[in-house]
């Protein structure tokens, strides 16, 4: 079993940013694809961001390319999601995943998941 803790999310004005992070424990999760999905209310739990084990492939949804980046730490078992311009759309609990497939990070499903961390971007 692989256990997900997120932090670092919060509440900052638009234009800032934020630097979520994702330690994982049970099991390493150093070859396993990791990722971020974030849902807002009202919506959809919807991907946002992913990385291969090795860190050389990522995915980002289109709405989030140019300010947010994703990376990994797999000596520490853990994902960063660092996001900068930060918009009030972006508002929603952030979910971190990781991915037992070998599968490329655009198809990242999550068979584990985290608790979620908040994320408020005011206008």
């Known amino acids: 079993q692989v256990q997900l803790v997120e932090s670092g999310g919060g509440l900052v004005q638009a234009g800032g940013s934020l630097r979520l992070s994702c330690a994982a424990s049970?099991?390493?999760?150093?070859?396993?694809?990791m990722g971020w999905f974030r849902q807002a209310p009202g919506k959809e739990r919807e991907p946002v961001s992913a990385?291969?084990?090795?860190?050389?492939?990522?995915y980002y949804a289109d709405s989030v390319k140019g300010r947010f980046t994703i990376s990994r730490d797999n000596d520490k078992n853990t994902v960063y999601l660092q996001m900068n311009s930060l918009k009030p759309e972006d508002t929603a609990v952030y979910y971190c995943?990781?991915?037992?497939?070998?599968?490329?990070?655009?198809?990242?499903?999550?068979?584990?998941w985290g608790q979620g961390t908040q994320v408020t971007v005011s206008s």
């Open positions: 995943a990781a991915d037992r497939r070998p599968v490329v990070p655009s198809l990242i499903r999550g068979d584990y």
């Open positions: 049970g099991r390493t999760t150093s070859r396993y694809v």
């Open positions: 990385i291969s084990w090795s860190g050389g492939s990522t």
